[in-house]
């Protein structure tokens, strides 16, 4: 490198850890959070029954055997909660990864070059974006077909634009911002500026919509499983579990528990979301004490 | 910018550099032009739905004959080929394309494979339930919602703003489908506090047709009995909606608030000895209406959406159970139906929205 | 005429003391200058004679004003004050307007609510306002919007909402720092003849001293939450007693030295 690298006020750390950790609500979310995601790693050894095996009687409510009671086909519920995460948490995670790399490139390319490029992508996000998501997603995964697969697809295809729209914007506000003028002025390329000035800046808020995105990415693919255009059965997946409870509400635990395992790690997700937000936002002092 | 690119679109934009001539200002009323640019958009925004609906369509694996036709229809070649030139499936993709737009404008969304009925006729009689009851959604949650966001700005800091902030935070995380089976289970099936099912007591007669919205129907024939039972019966849905909306509302509007309490124009009104009263209604409420407005309306959307995962519970005959059922037996032509609708419905309320934002700012209004 | 007394007046915030005893006399009548850098302290004495400060600041000390000590008031008390007696124009008037109501609204609603005069009332005494303020053909003017002014257009109108309900003290907070050059002087002519024909008592916070020499009776100096030099006008520009004074008097742009 030469000594072209010039100060630059715009960089920012992805947050301060200290002030973010002062933050109760970011510290109960980060808890709740690593407490799922140890279940999911550990999984297999702690269900105490095969998710699939229907080997008790059915229906049975909870009782010291089966905890969280047995559903119409006998399997037991919460060993489906403990399988379910291995479905819900990691195919959520991958579903973020993807949709926002995909969204955040295109938003980049498209405030960086700008002119029909930028309209382009725009007009298709704008369509996207006019239907409401579970909408969409439902419309593609019922045409794919209802499996796992297709409604990753379908999530993907309706959940790239958000990040698009707001790469875009952050791309277009740093790409005219004096810091980036400065350094290519002071001869970086195109190149060397997308990487050293601009992506570092992008990157920081980009990574929060994602990490508060991973909730609602949970909650879409339950959805559509709830719908019967997700997970098909008999594989463990917490939107298809609650679905079983319609057929038999007397027996309120088949619904009831997969319903509170999503709502507690979307709970977890977004206490870290908002607390990041936080942080990251400087006119905003919000932190609970 | 995406604007201005759009503008040059709305017809009546005519050619500007014909003659050297500097161009005779147009005496158009700005607010004439927002309008006008804002239709435009949302005319482009329902071509590109149906170019959606119609890709998607189109991905299926699955013959679309097969879903028109019975199964033993489907098994003759002949009776299958004669379909699919009716169809228009010979043609290539453009003209398909064509046809299904053509179609679309005379309203004709194909037949339900599992009601055996037009689609287009389920939709009108399903999209009046679910409108009624996003409209007192929208209504309650709007209200409660705006209220709870302001108090917590207000009180900014607090404990009642940490708490009003922690409890928003549990409403967006609830899976709407799961609170809607835990209130059912609750209210109606262990407390019988409300009805659980339908949008009237089986034995009843709906009201004659004039909105299809029965609470509205019942008052116009003057029935004040049945008003009061369809009232009963939206209760259950309607806390569940609200549940579900609730939580993005006061989120968005406290945030709305505390970026208009920042203002100097509060400081002022403040200096001039205005009461608290006056100064949160007339100067910090009407400050934050634009933001407000446009979330009700994104609200109003995400309603439907949240109808499509909680109508099935409470068989509310709406729009959601219609998607629900047809989502679950693959009813390809009623699912794209549904899209379809909500897409617009969701353009066209953005579009009101952005009207009445128009109509109640006075920068747009005024030149 | 009545004036307005600070005494020790502290102010602390989260640990920081941001006023730290001020003691300033603003005489009935007369124009006081309150100048100073940005973050010595001068707008927050401003707003703590309305007692308009930022939440969790504590405040201590007197303002004496009329017999009474204003910093003993609640703030329901104090918004008996606020307007009718001690009236505050803002820096920026695009910001200090709101937007969305209109120019008549915003300047009668506290008339109504003070003055208890009816809306036609209170629209006729706006008029003669304007006429006061010379914002030319008033009556339009009720009709219109913020954004369809000028900025100096629009600091006349508040100065005029600021004196609607006869108030004895204006507080004007760097009110021609956000207008353009040319409109500047109009202003500061607008404020001397109020002074001068209504008997008010003005604080005149500016950190341009320029400014400030042509137009107040006297000046006073602050730094670090204190003030530091009072005076008349003459005196502390001719005859400034401290080196800060001094350096920030030899850095106004017509300085001659020994002049």
């Known amino acids: ?289 | 910018m995406a604007l201005t690119t759009t503008d040059a679109r709305v017809p009546g934009g005519a050619p500007a550099a014909e003659t050297g001539a500097p161009r005779p200002p147009r005496r158009q009323h700005p607010l004439l032009r927002y309008i006008s640019l804002r239709f435009g958009i949302s005319i482009l925004l329902v071509w590109g739905v149906t170019v959606v609906t119609f890709v998607v369509t189109n991905l299926v694996p699955t013959d679309p004959v097969n879903a028109v036709l019975g199964e033993q229809a489907a098994n003759n070649p002949e009776i299958v080929a004669a379909l699919r030139t009716e169809m228009g499936l010979d043609e290539p993709l453009i003209v398909q394309y064509w046809l299904y737009l053509t179609r679309l404008l005379a309203f004709d969304m194909g037949v339900s494979a599992q009601t055996r009925s037009p689609v287009a006729d389920d939709l009108a009689r399903a999209f009046p339930a679910t409108l009624e009851l996003a409209l007192f959604v929208l209504l309650f949650s709007t209200v409660i919602g705006v209220g709870l966001g302001m108090l917590a700005a207000l009180r900014h800091q607090t404990a009642v703003d940490k708490t009003i902030r922690v409890l928003s935070l549990f409403g967006i995380s609830l899976p709407v489908f799961w609170i809607a089976m835990l209130i059912y289970y609750v209210f109606f099936y262990q407390l019988h506090w409300a009805p659980g099912s339908g949008r009237l007591d089986s034995a009843l007669v709906p009201p004659p047709l004039v909105t299809g919205m029965y609470t509205i129907d019942s008052l116009v024939a003057g029935q004040p009995d049945l008003f009061w039972n369809a009232l009963s019966h939206l209760v259950l849905p309607a806390v569940v909606l609200t549940l579900f909306t609730i939580g993005t509302l006061v989120r968005f509007s406290r945030s709305a608030i505390l970026d208009v309490v920042r203002h100097d124009y509060v400081q002022a009104a403040r200096a001039k000895g205005l009461p608290h009263r006056i100064v949160v209604v007339r100067y910090i409420l009407r400050g934050a209406s634009l933001p407000i407005l446009t979330m009700s309306g994104l609200t109003f959307g995400s309603l439907l959406s949240g109808a499509v995962l909680t109508e099935s519970v409470f068989s509310w005959h709406g729009l959601g159970q219609y998607a629900y059922m047809a989502a679950i037996s693959l009813d390809l032509q009623a699912i794209m139906g549904v899209g379809l609708l909500i897409g617009v419905v969701y353009i066209f309320t953005n579009f009101a929205v952005d009207l009445l934002c128009g109509l109640i700012d006075p920068r747009v209004r005024v030149q | ?259």
């Open chain 3, 1 to 259: 005429m009545t004036g307005i007394s600070i005494r020790n007046l502290r102010l602390e915030l989260g640990g920081k003391k941001l006023l730290d005893g001020v003691t300033l006399d603003a005489a009935g009548g007369q124009i006081t200058g309150l100048a100073g850098e940005s973050g010595s302290g001068k707008t927050l004495t401003g707003m703590a004679l309305l007692g308009l400060l930022p939440e969790g600041s504590q405040l201590s000390g007197q303002i004496l004003y009329a017999g009474t000590d204003l910093v003993t008031k609640s703030q329901k008390q104090l918004n008996q004050y606020r307007g009718t007696e001690i009236a505050l124009v803002f820096q920026d008037p695009a910001a200090s307007m709101h937007p969305m109501i209109s120019i008549g609204e915003q300047l009668t609603d506290h008339m109504r609510y003070h003055l208890k005069l009816s809306r036609k009332q209170a629209l006729a005494r706006a008029v003669q306002l304007l006429q006061r303020v010379k914002v030319p053909d008033p009556e339009q003017a009720l009709t219109k919007y913020p954004h369809q002014f000028s900025g100096g257009q629009l600091q006349r109108i508040a100065i005029a909402g600021a004196i609607a309900c006869e108030p004895k003290i204006l507080i004007a907070d760097e009110p021609t720092t956000a207008l353009d050059v040319t409109v500047q002087a109009g202003i500061m002519h607008l404020l001397r003849e109020l002074c001068d024909s209504l008997g008010l008592t003005i604080v005149l916070i500016t950190h341009d001293l320029g400014v400030m020499s042509g137009l107040a009776d006297n000046i006073a100096v602050m730094r670090n939450g204190r003030v530091i030099e009072f005076g008349s006008r003459f005196d502390v520009i001719r005859n400034p007693q401290q080196e800060y004074t001094r350096s920030l008097i030899e850095s106004l742009p017509n300085f001659q030295k020994g002049d």
């Open chain 1, 1 to 289: 490198m030469s000594n072209t690298r010039v100060t630059v006020p715009g960089r920012k750390r992805l947050m301060r850890v200290p002030d973010a950790w002062k933050n109760p609500l970011a510290i109960s979310g980060t808890v709740i959070v690593v407490l799922w995601l140890l279940v999911t790693v550990f999984a297999p050894w702690l269900a105490p029954f095969d998710p699939l095996a229907q080997e008790s009687a059915r229906l049975l409510a909870p009782n010291g055997t089966n905890w969280f009671g047995t559903d119409a086909l006998g399997r037991d519920v919460f060993s489906r909660v403990i399988a379910g995460t291995r479905t819900s948490i990691p195919v959520a995670m991958i579903l973020v990864v993807i949709s926002l790399l995909f969204g955040t490139v295109l938003g980049a390319v498209a405030g960086f070059l700008g002119t029909a490029v930028d309209e382009v992508i725009m007009r298709v996000t704008d369509v996207v974006l006019a239907f409401p998501s579970i909408i969409l997603a439902m419309v593609i995964a019922a045409a794919l077909g209802p499996s796992l697969m297709n409604a990753v697809i379908a999530l993907l295809l309706v959940s790239w634009p958000q990040y698009t729209r707001i790469s875009r914007s952050l791309v277009i506000s740093l790409r005219s911002s004096e810091f980036v003028i400065a350094g290519r002025l002071m001869g970086s390329g195109v190149f060397t500026s997308l990487r050293r000035d601009i992506a570092p800046n992008v990157a920081s808020p980009m990574l929060v919509l994602a990490a508060a995105d991973f909730g609602s990415a949970i909650l879409l693919l339950s959805g559509l499983s709830f719908l019967g255009l997700g997970a098909v059965p008999p594989a463990p997946e917490w939107g298809s579990m609650v679905s079983d409870g319609t057929s038999n509400f007397s027996a309120w635990w088949i619904a009831a528990f997969p319903g509170l395992a999503i709502f507690t790690i979307v709970v977890g997700v977004n206490f870290m979301g908002d607390a990041m937000r936080d942080a990251l936002d400087p006119r905003s002092n919000g932190r609970l004490s």
